[in-house]
């Protein structure tokens, strides 16, 4: 991948600043949003430096050769589809009802949560993509290729290209890619199956949404290799996606 491409991100808060650290370490030009403004992105921006600066989620879409949603599920009708018209996006989303209340298609299996954002973005190219793990160990666990200790992702996609176009940031960003399928094939790698989270965690303690969160930050992670997710996925049963708990929510 030319890494003089520009990744825009749609949505900037613990995913979507993990991959802007990633994608300035690795030399790409990183266009921020949020919901809020480009005003409350600066202190990231400034962190990042030269390679990054702040946009609304529109003109972040235009900028961008890739773009970014990480944003909640329930947001997902925010995304500008007029402005991603055309452009490859990656859906970090992972459906919780608690959190994005239900939705009767993904509650019933007739969608899955990024066919849903498809659907939305009917002129865009979407794959799943960074939606199996926790931020923090999206950054640490991240590998140059060909690194022995080298960990993989899972993604899902309707179009080839699109799909290619994905697999090539991951690896630009330190991950392998194991192609799980198509946006129909993606309930593989949504909460409550095999590959989701906990492989790359270990033994996760219970407790709130909130604390474990702050475990994750001090915990550094596990290796997963290709084959290791590709045999993770492989065994995923497909349960009702309405049934969903947040991580260790109580």
Known sequence: MD???????????????SL???AVSAGLEVVLSNSRGPETLADLVAELGGRARAATPAQAARA??????AIPLKAYRGLPAEALAGKTVL???NYYPERDGHLAELDAGELTSSALVQRHLAGSHVVKAFNTITPHQLFSLARPAGAPDRSALPVAGDDPEAKTQAIRLLDVLGYDAVDVGTL????RSEPDTPVYIQPYLGEIPAMGVEAFLRWTYRTPGIVVPAARVADLVETAVRRPAGEARLPNGD
Do not use: C, K
């Open 3 to 17: 890494v003089s491409l520009t990744l825009g991100l749609i949505g900037s808060g613990m995913i979507g600043s």
């Open 20 to 22: 802007a650290r990633l």
């Open 64 to 69: 961008a050769d890739l773009v970014v949603a």
């Open 91 to 93: 859906d970090t989303a």
């Open 184 to 187: 129909a094939d993606s309930w």
